[in-house]
């Protein structure tokens, strides 16, 4: 019999990929309404330069902007597109009501005792295994298509390594493997929590062909364009035609799943302080497995943490 462990790591709905849109022309040296367009024609013009982030050796995100890429230009044909990828890392704890940040939550530490309860008695991987840089990779592309894995809390875009196109094509993953969403700690509110985050399409501020970014960035989020990227990438749509989508629906078995779990989701805070918030929440976690610090103690690590970056008067408790 194989050996199968469980395992707690990342959950959530959809990666988190960043993308600007900027442009840049010869003619034009200052940003307006009028950059990068004929003045009596309105056509567009000029280099839209396109930086987007890329995960690991995935050439999902290039290939779907390189195609459309294609498409905006032989609609304008005088303009340009330049991609520039740049490789990033795979490396409810924000109140809107009272815009402060949670501390001394009896939850976080009922959370960290749940980490306890699966690493004490080895039913998890061991602290080298679960911190190495390549364990997302080795859980999704090993270990449980070799079924040597009963339980991963993931995202969305796990089965994205399966597909024909994926880095450890599995033919029979929806066959083996079912979806359960995560509950909440009593049956509060909905009884599902999941975590989302996010990316955006932008334009900067200062952009010297504004014009004609926003009209890529119209191409990008059409429908036609929206439908492809997610089926793809796998990922969560944004628009609702695009989530009921008969071909949607079906390109793959998770994706009525998922989008379901949209209503009961909690977005990742879009401040500049969660950026070090962040890291505290996967040191926490850490110093329980690890068994540096019980439960209690890693709690008030991150609470000692939050107070320091944010400060006294951001924080409340619950």
């Avoid at 939850?107 to 911190?131: C, I, K, R, S």
């Avoid at 399409?201 to 119209?218: G, L, V």
Wanted: charged letters at 15%.
């Amino acid at each position: 019999m194989r050996r199968r462990e469980f395992i707690l790591t990342a959950a959530g709905l959809g990666a988190a990929v960043g993308l600007a849109a900027c442009g840049k022309s010869g003619s034009s040296t200052t940003p307006g309404a009028s950059a990068g367009a004929s003045a009596s024609s309105g056509e567009v013009t000029g280099e839209v330069k396109v930086t987007f982030q890329q995960f690991g050796n995935s050439k999902v995100q290039a290939n779907f902007l390189n195609g459309w890429a294609k498409k905006f230009t032989a609609a304008h044909p005088q303009a340009t597109v330049k991609l520039q990828p740049i490789t990033a890392s795979e490396n409810d704890y924000y109140t809107k009501q009272s815009q402060k940040w949670v501390v001394d939550s009896k939850a976080f530490t009922d959370a960290l005792t749940a980490y306890e309860q699966v690493w004490n008695p080895g039913l998890g991987p061991t602290p080298q295994q679960a911190l190495a840089p390549t364990w997302t990779n080795t859980v999704a592309q090993e270990l449980l298509p070799q079924q040597k894995l009963a339980i991963d809390l993931d995202g969305s875009w796990l089965s994205n390594n399966w597909l024909d196109s994926g880095a450890a094509p599995w033919p029979e993953w929806h066959t083996t493997l079912g979806n359960a969403y995560m509950p909440t700690q009593n049956g509060e509110g909905s009884g599902k929590v999941t975590m989302s985050g996010g990316w955006t399409w932008a334009i900067p501020k200062n952009a010297q062909n504004a014009n004609a970014a926003w009209e890529f960035i119209k191409m990008l989020t059409s429908k036609e364009g929206e439908l492809e990227y997610d089926i793809k990438n796998v990922q969560i749509p944004v628009r609702t035609d695009v989530a009921k989508d008969p071909s949607y629906l079906k390109a793959n078995p998770t994706n009525p799943f998922f989008s379901d779990l949209v209503e009961s989701t909690i977005y990742r805070p879009a401040y500049p302080a969660y950026a070090k918030i962040s890291l505290l929440l996967q040191q926490a976690p850490e110093k329980v497995i690890t068994k540096t610090a019980t439960p209690e103690a890693a709690a008030k690590f991150y609470t000692d943490g939050v107070t320091q970056i944010v400060g006294q008067d951001k924080t409340t408790t619950i």
